[in-house]
């Protein structure tokens, strides 16, 4: 256990559904953020959050909407996807943003398919 | 644009055996270097992190080098166990204090 939770762990959709991913941190960090891992592709930075702000948004599609109502929880609303968004998201905290000594702690991702 | 490759994408040896996992990235303004394990199944774990002024860092049976100047970086694993077969993630920490990552290793040792 690294002390950060996701739910659901799988998660089959259609796409016109609206979903949502939860990820919770018990690690009293202050930095957030969303990965996209897609089969043999290294994983993709798409969001950030430092302190409860948005500090990265890395050209990442409409359709795919965070949310930091506090540093312990980050949301990624998810509506009209397409079926190349299917993969593993997953989620991370450190304890801030800018510190190159210290690593990031992962929590154990949510499974998307998208039909 | 910083990009990291890893090679190979997979490699499989029998239990017992050291192995070397290569890690090589373009832009060597970085703050750190880090490996990572992922498990099927699971998130990623940290192994071990270098900071850029560091040439190495050591956990248990695993060492991790790194040589900035040329953009290589190295984990050895001594004496592998099957419990060691995941796949490996190399991130370096770039200038933007992102994370960069490669595509990783894929590693399983036969017992």
């Known amino acids: 256990e690294t002390g950060v939770t996701q739910t659901p762990r799988h998660l089959v959709m259609g796409m016109t559904n609206k979903k949502s991913l939860k990820c919770e941190q018990h690690l009293g960090h202050n930095a957030m953020y969303w990965y996209k891992q897609s089969a043999k592709k290294p994983l993709e930075l798409m969001f950030v959050?430092?302190?409860?702000?948005?500090?990265e948004n890395n050209s990442v599609p409409s359709r795919f909407s965070p949310e930091c109502p506090n540093s312990s929880h980050l949301f990624l609303h998810l509506h009209t996807l397409q079926p190349e968004d299917s993969a593993l998201y997953l989620c991370?905290?450190?304890?801030?943003?800018?510190?190159?000594?210290?690593?990031?702690?992962f929590g154990p991702g949510t499974r998307l398919l998208v039909l | 644009k910083q990009e990291v490759t890893q090679i190979p994408a997979a490699l499989s040896v029998p239990e017992g055996e050291n192995l070397v996992l290569n890690c090589s990235f373009t832009d060597s303004a970085i703050y750190n270097l880090q490996w990572f394990r992922q498990d099927p199944g699971k998130g990623l774990t940290s192994l071990l992190l270098?900071?850029?002024s560091q040439r190495e860092q050591t956990s248990g049976r695993l060492n991790a080098s790194l040589d900035k100047s040329s953009g290589r970086s190295t984990l050895y694993i001594a004496a592998s166990q099957p419990g060691d077969s995941a796949t490996y993630l190399c991130a370096v920490l770039d200038s933007n204090y992102q994370l960069i990552w490669g595509a990783g290793t894929k590693l399983i040792i036969k017992p």
């Open positions: 959050y430092n302190f409860k702000e948005q500090t």
């Open positions: 991370a905290s450190s304890q801030e943003v800018a510190s190159g000594a210290e690593t990031q702690y």
């Open positions: 270098i900071q850029s």
